[in-house]
């Protein structure tokens, strides 16, 4: 194996291993006590940029002590809130999960996983979040653009922060959720010990 190779080889195991250390979902917790007991709905929104890039959103773990009724879905959505995961993907332009509630509790919660490919210059993914009344219109917050979600993020690559907007009657707080380290793959072991006999190999042609 020429120096070129190993250079590749181990190269590529700093990417690999670079990409699993960067990927991060967000704990949210919502609190509504302010609307406890009134009904109206839960909007989870992934809205596609201007290219391609892959990306999706997946809700895990939601936990409400309100109540759920019907839902529904449009766009590229697949899975179920409750057990979960909701995933919602980037091969339309608008993808959305619609939830019922038949009363608002006092928290909302949930796990969320997002994609962080992005394309320079061009427009971002977005996924937010929305709390609306019984007539679907979202409730008043101090999103900038006027949509009235309680918070936004711009899937702009690892460290795409969430911009998390005030409202009257509902809190947002979206924080990094830091897990175990996930199980290496089989492909991932194998380009490490590859990475290994690229060394020995490299330390041999340097003593010859």
Known sequence: MGLKGIRWGVTLV?????????????????????????????????VAGSVPTGNSASVRSF???GSLTTSK?????????????LSLGSTQFFNEWLQQVGAFGSTIGFELDLGDAAVPGARADQFSFFLLDPNQIPIDTSD?????????????G?????????????????????RGLPEPSSALLM??????????????????
Do not use: C, H, K, W
Not at 14 to 38: I, K, N
Not at 74 to 85: A, E, I, K, Q
Not at 191 to 208: H, K, M, P, S
């Open 14 to 46: 700093a990417l690999l291993v670079a990409r699993t250390a960067t990927a991060g979902p967000f704990l949210v917790s919502v609190d509504t006590r302010a609307l406890q007991g009134m009904a109206g709905y839960i909007a989870f929104d992934f």
């Open 63 to 65: 936990t409400t002590d």
């Open 73 to 85: 879905s449009s766009g590229d959505v697949r899975g179920n809130l409750l057990p979960g995961p």
């Open 144 to 156: 900038p653009s006027g949509a009235g979600a309680l918070f936004a993020i711009d899937l702009t």
């Open 158 to 178: 690892p460290a795409a922060a969430p911009a998390v907007f005030s409202a009257a009657s509902a809190s947002a707080s979206v924080s990094p959720l830091t």
């Open 191 to 208: 380009l490490v010990a590859f990475a290994g006999l690229a060394a020995l190999n490299l330390r041999r042609i340097r003593r010859e």
